[in-house]
């Protein structure tokens, strides 16, 4: 079983739509937890970190389910430019690993 | 602003050949990775180093050995190139131990042919 696994998509979705997608990881033990957004082409960049609580930046919602062991991403008025690949990424408590998952696509169109 | 740079955007080699992948990072980071990533598999970690002239294996090792001499400067070295590593490799760096962003490199992609 992968560490991280996510639903690739592609999720397209109308400007001004929300859109929301889930990311699972096997190990308990995970301490960390993050959203990265990968442009065709480009690196992963730091989208936000997902707090025990929950956090928001702008339009983008972030979840953590520990006991259901699961992240979520939420996107609200969605912009062409957020189309993009959302990668979850999880660190463990005892290592400076981080575990990727595959990604999920994300396409906003006109 | 975090810098990290890989030596090459683009590289065609021939099976056998040895290949280094170099690079290099401008904030004294202590922490460095490569991963290579191929679709549908996402990043896979082949080797990350946490200080100098130290390294651990990641989870895809094999085929693939690094050196670390230098805080700011991780290589990547493809003893043996094969067909089954061409892919995108990137490097990354970060700060300290969990929960800290990792800043990529802008990527290399291998063709091994």
């Known amino acids: 079983r992968k560490e991280v696994e996510q639903d690739p998509g592609p999720f397209n979705v109308p400007e001004g739509a929300t859109v929301a997608f889930n990311c699972t990881y096997s190990n308990s033990a995970s301490q960390s937890f993050f959203w990265y957004r990968q442009d065709c082409r480009k690196e992963p960049k730091l989208l936000m970190s997902v707090y025990s609580s929950g956090n928001e930046d702008g339009r983008f919602t972030a979840q953590l389910n520990r006991a259901s062991q699961y992240i979520s991403l939420l996107i609200r008025d969605s912009k062409l430019s957020d189309s993009a690949t959302y990668l979850c990424v999880v660190n463990h408590s005892n290592d400076y690993k981080l575990s990727f998952g595959a990604g999920t696509t994300v396409t906003v169109r006109a | 602003d975090v810098k990290v740079t890989q030596s090459s955007r683009y590289l065609v080699k021939r099976t056998g050949e040895k290949v280094f992948l170099e690079c290099v990072q401008d904030m004294d980071h202590e922490n460095m990775f490569w991963y290579r990533q191929d679709p549908g598999l996402g990043l896979r970690l082949i080797y990350f180093s946490y200080d100098v002239k130290m390294k651990e294996k990641g989870d895809i090792p094999e085929g693939y050995s690094v050196s670390r001499e230098k805080k700011e400067r991780f290589s990547l070295i493809l003893e043996s190139a094969s067909t089954n590593q061409t892919s995108m490799y990137l490097c990354?760096?970060?700060?300290?131990?969990?929960?800290?962003?990792?800043?990529f490199g802008q990527g290399t992609r291998l063709t091994v042919v």
């Open positions: 990354a760096t970060s700060q300290g131990a969990l929960g800290t962003e990792a800043f």
